[in-house]
């Protein structure tokens, strides 16, 4: 069954905006057993709506849309919908009544602007949506089965679970496909795939997809058999040779984060952990509490940019910052020691950087970051240069920060002190 994705706003345009839906539904329909063949994004604009809604009919056995469905003017793919299928837009009372509820529930009038969301095609079956005001829609327009739903991607998500999969698995679309996910982190996209490029490809039944992001670098693994059972049997021994291939750089064998690693490390060792840090500002404090229960091994942090600070509060000493510079592995290894002292943590980290733009020298350039861990061994460093802009050179510090310390507490390789 092929499959087409369609995703309305000009926001979707615009810089600094990501099309998240597709992603979801194109993983959702592949996991279903559909073949996506296309994705295409258009603004709100009634005649790019229509051509790309009547190529998706043309040549895909399910169209997915979202997005166009709100109250306001902007929002016309109702309008689209029904004059690419030659159909009326006609007022549902359930749908109306179900939307003035939403408000009623509020305390709240129901706007005039609202009343557009219960015209609905002639034939279309309307899709509750338990999350917003908006309904989902499902036509059939000769062989091509086409869901409008929401653009919000909460009331999307839900819908596509509610309506979309139950009703394609009652057409005969089966779950054919099992996905596992590898994540790593500190080794680039291309040496990943040299150094296990040569095994996928002798994986039957196995197609993998690398997913790069500024932190690390996912591994998307996809089985596909006869039947669920053979594809989850191949995805997970693919999931597992490729694992052990990779070795200490992979982190997580599913959706866990670094920070809820190192938190469950933290938490089977009985042990605790403080932070001290320049060039981060306290986002290496902030990622560690992301996860819930931190307070079990999180004591706390202190954000020292100032030298007079590191010096009162972290206890560096004015011989190791005149001599070595306050971006040094000498000063990020005091940090981690003072931060440990101070907290009567079990373990500290030190970082101290340059996140740039400026500030940087021939000798210590932009990027160049030393971290530090302080434990019951003491004290191990690392250097790294990050590429990017000050957002993501502090990204990935903090990344690199949670990964020495993971490597401290399993006794792996790759956290050597600096000279």
Known sequence: MKAEIITIGNELLETGHVDS?????????????????????????????????????????????????????????RQAIARVLGKKLVLDEAVLATVRAHFERRGLPMPESNLSQAMVPEGARALENRAGTAPGLLLEHEKTLVFVLPGVPVEMKAMLENYVGPYLEGRGLKRLTAERLLRTTGVPESVLSQRIGGIAKRLARIDLAYLPRVTGVDIRITGRGDTLKKANVAAESAQERLANELGDCVYARGEESLEQVVGYLLVMKDKTVSVAESCTAGRLGWTLTKTPGSSDYFVGGMIAYSNELKKRLLGVKAGILKEHGAVSAETARAMALGVKTKTRSGYGIGVTGIAGPGGGSDERPVGLVYIAVSGIRGEKVREFRFAGGRDSVREQACQAALDVLRRVLLNLPGAPDVP
């Open 21 to 77: 839906n597709s992603a979801f539904i194109g993983e959702r329909l592949t996991l279903l057993g559909a073949s996506v063949t296309r994705a295409t994004t258009v603004p709100d604009d009634p005649e790019l709506i229509r051509k790309a809604i009547e190529n998706g009919i043309a040549e895909a056995d399910v169209v997915v849309v979202t997005g166009g469905l709100g109250p306001t003017a902007d929002d016309r793919t």
